[in-house]
């Protein structure tokens, strides 16, 4: 069945350093989502990317969707400790059974 | 404003018990989702429904059961309780018509003894 694999599970950083998190499916999406748990919170939905190549911009944040529609990436510049939390993907191959890959946890340090 | 409500916010279940886990949202949204998160597993898909009075399977729905009652309410229930339920449960609804945002609840925190 369609699997999402995201790495990496966890990453510390100091703060100001950057941040990548990789998503890759098994299968090609229609499209992905990316979204934000706070620790003890729940999923908050950040982005949606549609097109082959899509690069989308919020602040210092920095999300692509490959040219293949089978990955994605979200890059954080200058990281800062209001960025701790897990970051997850999310998608679907075009129905409504909405799949989320694991999750990288960020750790930020001051 | 409310968006997902979840009822409870916690909960211990002695093995064996029952007990539904409640979902409402008011953002007239047409797919309603349960989810159960454990520590390095992500959120993993128990069930869903994409519209009123339909139901499917997701990635783990054994031992669990569901009931979408109205196009507001999707409920989770769980007949005999077993500590591998032990997990944090999110509702999510969105309406995949466009951005296919999910909006979640606060989730459950359940514990199964």
């Known amino acids: 069945g369609q699997q999402v694999m995201q790495i990496p599970q966890y990453q510390h950083v100091q703060e100001g350093e950057d941040f990548t998190t990789y998503c890759n499916s098994s299968?090609?999406?229609?499209?992905i989502q990316w979204y934000k748990q706070r620790p003890g919170g729940h999923p908050v939905f950040l982005i949606q990317?549609?097109?082959?190549?899509e690069v989308k911009k919020q602040k210092r944040l920095t999300f692509q969707f490959g040219e293949a529609k089978k990955n994605s990436s979200l890059h954080i510049t200058a990281t800062q400790t209001t960025d701790v939390g897990t970051y997850f993907c999310?998608?679907?191959?075009?129905?409504?059974?909405?799949?989320f890959g694991a999750g990288t946890r960020l750790f930020v340090k001051a | 404003n409310a968006g997902v409500t979840q009822t409870p916010k916690f909960q211990v279940l002695k093995t064996g018990q029952s007990m539904t886990l409640q979902c409402a949202q008011d953002?007239?949204?047409?797919?309603m989702y349960w989810y159960r998160q454990d520590p390095g597993m992500g959120l993993r898909l128990i069930y869903y429904?994409?519209?009123?009075?339909?139901?499917d399977k997701g990635e783990v729905p054994n031992g669990y059961n569901v009931s979408r009652l109205n196009k507001r309410e999707f409920s989770l229930r769980l007949e005999s309780a077993a500590p591998s339920q032990t997990s944090v449960y999110f509702c999510?609804?969105?309406?995949?018509?466009?951005?296919?945002?999910?909006?979640f609840g606060q989730g459950t925190r359940l514990t199964v003894v």
């Open positions: 999510a609804s969105s309406d995949l018509r466009g951005v296919a945002e999910a909006f």
């Open positions: 299968t090609t999406l229609s499209n």
């Open positions: 990317l549609v097109k082959s190549g």
């Open positions: 999310s998608g679907n191959t075009g129905g409504f059974k909405t799949i």
């Open positions: 953002m007239n949204h047409n797919s």
């Open positions: 429904s994409a519209s009123e009075g339909t139901t």
